[in-house]
């Protein structure tokens, strides 16, 4: 994995259709499918395209994020996001998205962008058979309390 990478998750209708749009325009297979959720690590141009099946959705973009190498650049993202004044919420350890993750979140100046996310991931095949539907993937409209994952 590169030192870090954009992430961008997008809403689609059709999975199975957008998994296999993606896979032939960026020429790499799916890193990760779950039902409903597809992801690829794409390596030229470094990011991480996250399908979420959300036909009700208001648009495509779910959510922006940047995923790092490792917790410890998510503690210094942390540190220099404080630095410059920055309005943060860390959490450790959060299961999401079928995997488990350090991240913290970065509130954004304006709606419909209205945070960020750093993360690293932990563990990226825990066993889905005791996650909660809520803790695998993406909410629809992410908040604060209810944010999104990687």
Known sequence: MP???VQLALNVTDLEAATAFYRDLFGVEVHKQRPGY???SIADPP??????ENPGAAGALNHLGVELAGTDDVVAATARFAEVGLSTRSSEQER???AVQDKVYVTAPEVPLDQ???YAIVDDSPDDSVADAAGTCCPTSPTADAPCCA
């Open 47 to 52: 990011l991480k395209l996250v399908l979420i």
């Open 38 to 40: 597809a992801n690829f």
């Open 116 to 118: 960020w996310e750093f």
């Open 96 to 98: 999401c998205c079928h």
């Open 3 to 5: 030192a870090s990478r």
